[in-house]
């Protein structure tokens, strides 16, 4: 393939002096950050260890933003909320071997969230490289090989030259649908090196579109338009490819009840007369979606959650669309369409026929009137006071992270996320800790606007570190602890399998105290005093405690 001569790139005087006379001083680390700022990149979050030094003085040259958090996992959860809030790769910068693995949870969670965090790992030196055993501090045989089952790609660099494209590959691909994390590799001696290698300008790492093929819309728009009973599972993939308008079309075209996954929180009107909201976990709202002849899912591997436990047994058509080659037909027969959410979602309304429906609406009313029945025969007063608490004191626009916590079990089935994008959790790997630094990383993206973070006490304790963080970045959030003494969705679980429990029970901190050794203004509530003392910590500016002791249940599960 030959080039144009005329294509090649037109410099200045000025501008080709400074490519070929590049400032002193610079070493690999600096193309690190360069290409960095080339992609777009403007806030970086981690964590300095001996190897990666090389990366973070670079830093100090550069005009990205750095977030440094106490913990690798939780500046990859930090890392992880950014890219869900914006969309834009989050730069995660780890040190050799016990700072890389340290951060492997919260991949994880990127991984099953479709987060698009960028790693960029330090390695023992070059000569020490290839599974020898050299005794170089922090040295693994094959560093590669423990993250290679959790990212989506995983990128080496073994000289400076490498630097740049191999960085621009690794963006590329946490990208392209469906988004994850990745991974970079480069050897300490690699990024202290000095380079003379010109400035690394802007690049391009395009991420690859991916539309449904047209013979799989029109065969699913035949489906959708001559259903007697369609409905449309949403799940975090029209989220993340900002579909929820598209959706909601499509929807109100033919006139189908849209129940939403706990990652879907918030793809669809909570309150709309086709909203079946978020009750996945109820065999009422399981039946309906059996008895359903067309169901579209859109944005879903209907996984463990979504199906009821893998109770769910649908007897009608299946159309499945997922930018997740891996998840199609993964847990049930169907139709499925290897597509972007929102460009599967555009094509198919266009191409179905209008549907009318009388009944659809007093069907969904039905269902909703069925669960609440369910939920109000429990006598589970308290647990609702509390969430409708939370969601009275939050913003509309304000973001949330939940850890796995008994509060964060019931939002995803009965708290109405108001908007596309605001309701976050850990449910996609379900580890601790991820609730407060994941709400750094979200008001690291967005400063202006309070963010909330909800913990249990234990899970809470994973993250106590990070306090300090929110005090020195002078973040605007709000931490909801809500502190029953242990692990008490597994204090439930035990209890319920063997009748005692074993190791769920905490001694813990005051964590007012605690909060406020750090220089975070904390308070104790009630829950009657909640939404207000939540209103006011959410709109004072800075970081705040809101410590409730209470001894929350979860409603009855239907799939035992």
Do not use: C
């Amino acid at each position: 393939m030959s080039h144009d001569h005329d294509d090649r790139p037109q410099l200045t005087a000025a501008q080709a002096a400074a490519v070929l006379n590049p400032p002193a001083g610079r070493n690999g680390g600096d193309l690190v950050v360069e290409s960095l700022q080339g992609l777009g990149a403007t806030t970086v979050f981690g964590l300095p260890g001996q190897h990666a030094l090389g990366m973070f003085d670079a830093l100090r040259r550069s005009s990205l933003r750095y977030v440094g958090l106490r913990v690798e996992n939780n500046a990859g959860f930090a890392a992880d909320a950014y890219g869900r809030i914006t969309g834009e790769v989050a730069p995660l910068l780890l040190s050799t071997g016990p700072g890389a693995l340290t951060s492997l949870a919260a991949l994880q969670e990127a991984a099953a969230a479709s987060a698009p965090v960028l790693a960029i790992s330090s390695q023992i030196p070059t000569a020490g490289l290839g599974g020898g055993r050299h005794g170089y501090l922090h040295e693994l045989r094959d560093q590669q090989a423990s993250v290679r089952d959790i990212v989506k790609s995983v990128h080496t660099v073994r000289a400076a030259s490498q630097i740049p494209s191999a960085i621009a590959a690794a963006w590329e691909s946490a990208l392209t649908a469906p988004h994850g994390p990745v991974w970079v590799e480069i050897p300490q001696d690699v990024l202290l090196a000095e380079t003379t290698l010109p400035v690394v300008s802007a690049m391009d790492a395009t991420p690859r579109e991916l539309y449904p093929r047209p013979e799989l819309t029109i065969a699913a728009a035949h489906l959708l338009s001559n259903a007697e009973r369609p409905v449309i599972i949403a799940g975090g993939g029209v989220v993340r490819s900002d579909a929820s308008g598209k959706l909601r079309a499509l929807a109100e075209k033919i006139e189908a009840p849209v129940v939403t996954t706990f990652g879907g929180k918030g793809a669809f009107p909570w309150e709309h007369p086709l909203s079946l909201r978020s009750w996945l976990e109820d065999r009422h709202t399981t039946d309906f979606l059996e008895d359903a002849d067309v169901l579209l899912v859109v944005g879903s591997g209907l996984g463990e959650l979504s199906s009821n436990y893998h109770t769910f047994r649908p007897r009608g058509r299946v159309i499945q669309i997922e930018a997740d080659a891996g998840k199609l037909e993964s847990n049930h027969p169907a139709l499925g369409i290897h597509s972007d959410a929102r460009e599967a979602l555009s094509d198919l309304l266009e191409a179905v026929k209008r549907r009318q429906d009388a009944g659809a609406a007093e069907r969904v009313v039905a269902v909703l009137e069925k669960v609440r029945a369910r939920i109000d025969a429990q006598e589970l007063t308290l647990e609702q006071q509390v969430l409708d608490a939370v969601r009275e004191a939050l913003p509309d626009g304000s973001p949330s992270f939940w850890d796995m916590t008994i509060l964060a079990y019931w939002a995803w089935s009965a708290f109405d996320a108001r908007r596309p994008n605001t309701m976050h959790s850990a449910q996609g790997a379900g580890g601790l800790g991820y609730g407060f630094p994941a709400a750094i990383g979200a008001a690291s993206a967005d400063p202006t606007t309070p963010v909330l973070a909800v913990s249990g006490d234990g899970g809470a304790m994973y993250s106590i570190a990070e306090l300090a963080t929110a005090r020195q970045y002078d973040l605007p959030l709000t931490w909801l602890i809500v502190d029953d003494g242990g692990y008490g969705i597994l204090r439930e679980y035990m209890t319920g399998a063997f009748g005692e429990t074993t190791g769920t029970e905490l001694s813990r901190p005051d964590f007012v105290a605690l909060a406020e050794s750090f220089g975070v203004p904390a308070l104790r509530t009630t829950p009657e005093s909640l939404a207000a003392d939540l209103g006011k910590a959410l709109a004072a500016p800075g970081p705040s405690v809101v410590v409730l002791p209470a001894l929350l249940r979860m409603f009855e599960p239907t799939h035992l």
